[in-house]
């Protein structure tokens, strides 16, 4: 399975800023997908990010707030704009060669907006 | 109606039981199904991944489909105090995109 590095691990931010979390894959995979974890629960699927065309968002997300780069197949970033405290979360990126053969995970980046 | 239902737990069993974790699931197309397990502050841990119905084993796991009752589950066999962690169950068609559950919370009892 791919080995995916995510960073930063966890940052504390002030409102009306923006952070990129950055993800790295070891090695090419097609998909990869950005989630959003509240502490104690389930994930939420923000995106699905595939090399060389645009993200395409789930519904309650949009672009200009969670704008995604996916430049090869080894790397995506999610940025967080124009934060506020109800982005304060855990946010995760999964990739993988397909459905066949699962999907992992990055270790997450715990953001707090203050 | 969630497309994947997942007791929360918590669940408690002893060291060396078989624990059972379950899932079940809406949409008849899912034809993908995983099982991740997550320690508190970390990231789902990739455990097993089955395509359609049957069992797949993977040392004291089992992972296991049915898809005529749509239903998924986890066997975890002489279980360990390591195995304590929030398991997450997810389900997928074709298209990659994937459902999870809510997570089942497992304390193992030395």
């Known amino acids: 399975s791919a080995v995916i590095s995510q960073k930063p691990s966890r940052d504390i931010c002030q409102r009306g800023t923006s952070l990129t979390i950055q993800c790295q894959v070891d090695s090419q995979v097609t998909m990869m997908f950005w989630y959003r974890q509240q502490p104690g629960q389930s994930l939420t699927l923000i995106a699905t990010a595939n090399q060389g065309s645009e993200a395409t968002y789930e519904s309650g997300f949009v672009i200009d707030k969670f704008p995604i780069s996916r430049p090869n197949l080894t790397f995506s970033t999610l940025t967080v704009s124009n934060m506020s405290p109800e982005d304060s979360s855990i946010y995760l990126c999964?990739?993988?060669?397909?459905?066949?053969?699962?999907?992992?995970f990055g270790s997450g980046t715990r953001l707090t907006v203050v | 109606q969630k497309e994947v239902e997942q007791d929360p737990g918590p669940l408690s069993v002893p060291e060396g039981a078989i624990v059972s974790l379950n899932c079940t699931y809406s949409?008849?197309?899912?034809?993908?199904f995983m099982w991740y397990r997550q320690y508190s502050r970390k990231g789902p841990e990739l455990l097993m991944y089955t395509y359609s119905s049957g069992n797949k084993e993977d040392g004291r796991f089992t992972a296991q489909v049915d898809k005529s009752s749509k239903y998924i589950s986890l066997f975890i066999r002489d279980s360990q105090p390591s195995d304590s962690a929030t398991y997450l169950c997810a389900s997928g068609n074709n298209f990659n995109k994937f459902y999870f559950g809510s997570g089942t919370k497992l304390n193992v009892k030395p």
């Open positions: 999964s990739g993988g060669p397909g459905a066949s053969y699962g999907y992992t």
């Open positions: 949409n008849s197309a899912f034809q993908y």
